[in-house]
């Protein structure tokens, strides 16, 4: 079965959902152009996820993807809430902020049954997921309204537990990829290959669809993946310049300059592996460092950070999330870069 027939679109694009740069209006433009749009739900509160996915039911009638986390939630660490705290007292410093008046807080949200509660009143098409699956009666309620499942793989042995799991299509994310790393049976970083050398490795181990995402950024690319056994490509960074996302003044900015060439697996900003473009925050702590409480909960300390220098025209403590392949990125309308990348499938 083709990626088409399986999940009802008309070419098999899926644009990467890429929570906190895009709404409603980059996934109604892609889907509208035949691919399969995404809206990721990890950072939408209930009351916000209601409201985008009304949007997309009333601006398009072809499927989409609604994206979730499904991490653990860790219990908060004061010791080492208060040493990430420490690690960042030169910056509030600098900009005057005060680190006693921030809040603490997770940032991002796992699937859960009230947000499965919503989903069930505009039952989407596709439910795909990152960091592996929810719970099994969470998983059971997404599939009663006869949506597809898909989830991340970064390795062969986590792909072969997703078909295990049942799930209907595989996503093959390389270490080029943007964002956070769907890596979930280990975190050992080690593991991590590239689009290419995983492509065909996964599409050996698995009799599923398999979908080939990280640096994939033109027709070129597409094409190559095809070669190697995809059966669609799952494109992210891309669309990041597209008039439909919501991708910041400075981030769009780094993402036109010489900057986007320099990218890196960080864990400074959330607490867990995510590549973006090295700014001042990544150089002096990172990328990767011990100090971070765990995954989502380092995002409240460094939140004020971004602000104040987000405020000043400045992306060096922004979460400047990027792929390593950035030569896609274009100002033209999301509906064009999705027929574009479709080229690649002749």
């Given at each position: ?46 009351d916000a996820m209601r409201k985008e996915l ?25 010791e080492r809430e208060a040493g990430w705290r ?166 769009r900015a780094a993402l036109k300059s010489e ?88």
């Open positions: 079965m083709t990626l088409q027939s399986l999940l009802g679109i008309e070419l098999p694009i899926i644009q990467a959902p890429m929570a906190g740069v895009q709404g409603s209006a980059l996934a109604i433009a892609v889907s509208n152009a035949g691919g399969l749009g995404s809206l990721p739900c990890a950072m939408l509160t209930i009304a949007a997309i039911k009333e601006n398009t009638g072809k499927p989409f993807n609604v994206n979730f986390f499904c991490h653990t939630p860790p219990a908060v660490n004061a420490t690690a960042l007292s030169p910056y509030y410093r600098e900009y005057g902020i005060d680190a006693d008046a921030i809040p603490a807080g997770p940032g991002r949200a796992p699937f859960s049954a009230e947000a499965a509660d919503v989903l069930e009143e505009f039952k989407p098409a596709v439910v795909s997921f990152h960091f592996g699956l929810p719970s099994a009666d969470l998983l059971a309620r997404a599939r009663s309204w006869g949506a597809k499942i898909l989830s991340s793989a970064t390795t062969v042995e986590e792909a072969r537990w997703l078909e295990a799991q049942g799930v209907d299509a595989i996503i093959a994310q390389g270490l080029e990829a943007g964002g956070h790393r769907g890596i979930f049976l280990s975190d050992d970083l080690t593991t991590q290959v590239g689009t290419f050398a995983l492509l065909p490795q996964i599409v050996r181990a698995v009799k599923l669809p398999v979908i080939a995402a990280g640096g994939i950024a033109d027709a070129k690319g597409v094409a190559a993946a095809m070669k190697l056994g995809a059966a669609g490509m799952q494109v992210g960074t891309a669309y990041l310049l597209c008039p439909e996302a919501m991708t910041s003044a400075v981030h900057a986007a060439r320099h990218t890196a697996l960080t864990n400074l900003f959330t607490g867990r592996p995510a590549r973006g473009i090295v700014n001042r925050i990544i150089r002096e702590l990172g990328p990767i460092s011990a100090a971070p409480p765990a995954f989502p909960l380092a995002t409240a300390a460094i939140a004020p950070l971004r602000a104040k220098a987000e405020s000043e025209g400045s992306g060096e403590f922004s979460p400047l999330w990027s792929g390593q392949n950035a030569s896609g990125c274009r100002e033209i309308p999301a509906a064009e870069l999705t027929r574009e990348l479709a080229a690649g499938l002749q």
